[in-house]
Every structure is written in C-alpha cells, then in structure tokens.
C-alpha cells in the first residue's frame, strides 16, 4: 500500500469513526474537506540587502463552531497537505474540548534557525501583512506552534493592529493568542498543553489503577509541550527515562531531570552534549523500556515499522499526528494503549480561548483560576471520550473522533445549509 499523506491519514482516522456512529452522509462530505486554503507568496529583505521570497499557509477547515482557531508552524516540512491535516484536527479538538471554535493552521516553510532574530521579525510581519484579513479576532486566530512562540505572536500583533484604524486598533488584541503576558497573553498559555497531558494522564491513571508514582516515561521532543509535560510529570514521581530532539536522544535508567534539561536545551537550542545522560540512535530510543510514551515533536513518528520497536504500555499523544494509521493498528495488536492528540494536547488551544476571553472582556485571570477552568475542561473532554470508548467499544482515538463529530452533527442538523 502507498504511503498515505498525513492529510490521506486525517481522513482514514475520520473515515473509521464516521463508519462507526454512522455518521450523516452529506455531513460526512462536508467535514471531510477544508473550507478555505490560503497560500501566499512575500518578499523579505534579508540583513545583507537581498530579497527573498517565502511561501506562507493558512488552511481554515471549518468553523461551524465558531471561529477558526489553530497555530502557526515555521518548519521546512510545512506544506499544503500538512497544514490541511493540522487544520482539520483543530476541529475535533476544539468539538471535544466544548470549546466555540474552528479548526484552522498555518506556517511558513522554513527553517527559522537559519535567520537572524531580525530576519525572522521581518519574515513573520510580512507573512501578517499578506494573511491580511483573512485572519481577525472574530474570524481566525493564529496562535503558536512548532518553532513559533509567544515574541512571534507579539510582531503578528503589532502588525496586525498597525494595519487597523487607529479606532479600532485596542478592540484587536485577540487576533493573536499565546501572546507575551504583557501584550495580552493568559498566565498558565505557555504550560497549558503539557499541563492538558499531565492532566489526562492523571484521569487515565486513576481509571486504571496505575500509580504515577512509580511510572517510568520517555518523551520525544523537548520544546514547549515536551519540557512542559516532563516538568509538570516530576512531582509525581515519574522517571524520565529517555528523551529525544532534533539534535540527537539521551538515555539515563537513573532519571534526567526535566528542569535541568529544560534550562540546557534553552541555553544551547538542543539536547545534545547534556551531561545528565548518554547518548543514543533513534532506534534504541524509540526501543527503551518505560511505561508511558510521550511524543511531542512532529507526525509520523510512530508508523508499522517504528511501533514494533516500542516497549511500552501506553502512548500519550502530545504532538499532532505522531501515530499513523498503520502506527495505531501495530500498538493495538500489540495491546499497547493508546491517548490521543486531540484529547490530551487539547489543553493549549482551550488556554488560548481563556486568554481570547479575557482580552474581550478586559480582565486579567490569576493562575490558580486559568488552572482550575482548564481542569474542568479536560476533565469534561476526557469523561466524554471515555464514555464513547465503552459505547461503541472501541479505541480511544476513534472515539475521541466520536465526540466531535457528534457535535458538529448536531449543529449542522440544527442550522442547515444555506440556502
Ligand atoms: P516546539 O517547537 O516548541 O518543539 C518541538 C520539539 O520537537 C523540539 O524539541 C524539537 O527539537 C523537536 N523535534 C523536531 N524535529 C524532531 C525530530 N525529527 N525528532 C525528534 N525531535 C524533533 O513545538 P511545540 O509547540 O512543543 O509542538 C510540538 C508538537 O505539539 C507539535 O506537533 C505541535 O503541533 C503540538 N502542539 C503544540 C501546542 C502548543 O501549544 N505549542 C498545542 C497543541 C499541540
């Protein structure tokens, strides 16, 4: 069989669950394809004076229920079919969270360590400029993702507003979310995915008797959802076994600690030369024993091949896609459980819709409140999820798939089609 595209993969994912709760056939179709695809082409002028052309994306797959809402990826592996793949799982996870969004992504093929801090300022306002309105506060809100942060949201916003009527410029700040804290970003943004995974996790553990505790765990990539689900796991107790970058994977059967690595690989951009453990290749990372998986870097790290390495019991998706289709059916034969992306890493886009909120209203949240909504809502999206899997007997992503498209059923049921 020919190696499906990530989005080829989004649809066979639907495809199972759609078949399984036997899902309306012309909802079926709608859902199945993006609404609008934007790519656009820019000029930059790079620090020695050339110009250069980058190629920017923005897929807005729907937003039946309510805005369109997803994150902004600088990668060279960003293309059409990817950010069409990520879009679309922006839908589910903002359906299973209860949250009043769509599904949208975007990104610019690059690799931003190739540019200087100015460069990248330069490309990200250019990028802004030629999205033009087809982003807005009400209408599709970019928000961080793979190599993008809480500074890049800061020009977005700058440029955003500059574009605006002076008038209208204050009632914008929520074009952008994951904003610095003083721009009108949300205390608890920058930990709120891998806190989303810690505390599903936590939910999974109790339902299944299994003690934190004494677990042992090993996580791939080790940016914001990475270090943040291992440093948000380490109270717990739990062992990080192994951990792997795009700069090389480490092993330590003694523990390496989060916090510590989490400083290195933000004073050297990466993991490799940490002193806190031993170098490995990536098969006999992906091969360590430890209970709990966590990948959190890019999709199809876990396919037919890469599955029968694992040795653990239980996938915890903190990435987008990290498992594909053949990935799924290799952990199921092999009895490994699995949690997937759109429950557990729901927890950045629903901490991005606290900070929407509180730019509208003008207020400021403290943490404690941003961490107490954002339990009740995972707990909300997990007990739903849960629900399904012994409904209709099936696996959890299949399930979690359930859960959304229930409600986007509905909602088209109730609205219709225009005209
Ligand atoms: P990030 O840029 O902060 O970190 C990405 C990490 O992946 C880095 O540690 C990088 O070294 C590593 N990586 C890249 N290529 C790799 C490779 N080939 N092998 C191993 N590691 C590799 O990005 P992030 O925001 O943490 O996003 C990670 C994943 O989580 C993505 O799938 C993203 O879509 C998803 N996600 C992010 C958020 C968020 O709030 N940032 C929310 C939901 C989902």
Redesign the pocket.
Known sequence: MAKLSVYENVIAQFNNAADLMNLDPEIRRILACTTNEIIVHFPVKMDDGHIQIFTGYRVQHNNVLGPYKG?L?FHPSVDIDEVRA?ATWMTWKSAIAGIPYGGAKGGIQIDPRQYSRSELERITRRFTFALGSNIGPEYDIP???????SQIMAWILDTYLSMMPPLERNRCVHVVT?KPIESGGSLGRDK??GQGVVFVLELWAKDHNFDLSHATYMV????????WTARLLKPYGATLLAV????G?IVNPAGIDADALTEY?QAHG?LSGYPGGTPVD?RTFMSVEADIFVP????N?ITAETASWLNVKLVVE?????TNIEGDKVLQERGIGLLP?VLC?????IV?YFEWLQNKRSEFWDLEEVDAKLHKLMISAYRHVYEAVHKFNTDWRTAAYVVALNRLEKVYRERGIFP
């Open positions: 994150g990826r990520l928000a961080p993702d793979v190599n993008t942060n994951g709120a995915t791939q990539g080790f940016g914001n959802v990475g270090s792997e970058d795009h700069t994977a690989v990466g990536h959190a870097a890019l999709e790290q903190g990435a987008n896609g990290p992306d890493n729901a927890g950045g886009v991005s």
